[in-house]
């Protein structure tokens, strides 16, 4: 397998559910990033993390946690979410956390909160 | 701080046509550009970049962009489009400081057959 991955591809979660999101790169890259796609809006830069440590939090809401136990691997947890955080949660990688570097995504986790 | 502009959201273009998709950048510091194209049913990927050098880059599927700095402008084009081309594309500049990335509304380009 090549690049990066997200699993599951789709979702369907109440507003008490708990569920999490995974994301695997296989470039061998030291950065990994969480956006929010909602349609009409920009990309929205969630977290942020080099070297397996949080550099980033754009003002995430608490039920948003993520999580980073290797520079392959990140985790989206969620808990007690809103129908507005609806949306395609998409997962990047770079080679490292610096602004120059060109970010690689994966096909995206289509949320619905019900 | 940093804002971008994508001026429009919709392009519709003929095929074989040439086509410009706009963006306006401001910013504070020095920043490097990128274009990035989303396809549908998956993720974004890189069409090009501009770090520093030549201000004229050019990136796959014959794709160019030209940086402007007194304009601040980084508009993508294309000489003649294909069908294959109909996708969304994301004007994404970031400060040569910090961590933050920011990324336009996006333009979803439709080539018509």
């Known amino acids: 397998e090549t690049g990066v991955t997200q699993t599951p591809r789709h979702l369907v979660m109440g507003m008490t559910n708990k569920k999490s999101l995974k994301c695997e790169q296989h470039l061998g890259h030291n950065a990994m990033y969480w956006y929010k796609q909602s349609a009409k809006k920009p990309l929205e830069l969630m977290f942020v993390?080099?070297?397996?440590?949080?550099?980033e939090n754009n003002s995430v809401p608490s039920r948003f946690s993520p999580e980073c136990p290797n520079s392959s691997h990140l985790f989206l947890h969620l808990h007690t979410l809103q129908p507005e955080d609806s949306a395609l949660y998409l997962c990047?990688?770079?080679?490292?956390?610096?602004?120059?570097?060109?970010?690689?995504f994966g096909p995206g986790t289509r949320l619905l909160v019900l | 701080a940093q804002s971008v502009t994508q001026l429009d959201s919709q392009v519709p273009v003929f095929e074989e046509a040439p086509v410009e998709l706009r963006c306006n950048y401001s910013?504070?510091?020095?920043?490097?550009l990128f274009w990035y194209v989303q396809y549908p049913n998956q993720g974004l990927q890189l069409l090009l970049k501009?770090?520093?050098?030549?201000?004229l880059v050019k990136g796959i599927n014959g794709f160019e962009a030209e940086f402007n700095k007194s304009q601040t402008s980084f508009h993508l084009r294309k000489p003649s489009v294909h069908i294959s081309d109909t996708a969304e594309y994301f004007c994404?500049?970031?400060?040569?400081?910090?961590?933050?990335?920011?990324f336009g509304t996006g333009t979803s380009l439709t080539v018509i057959p």
């Open positions: 993390y080099s070297l397996e440590e949080r550099v």
């Open positions: 501009y770090l520093s050098g030549s201000t």
């Open positions: 990047a990688s770079s080679r490292s956390g610096g602004t120059q570097e060109t970010q690689y």
């Open positions: 994404a500049p970031s400060e040569n400081t910090g961590n933050q990335f920011y």
């Open positions: 910013s504070s510091v020095s920043v490097y």
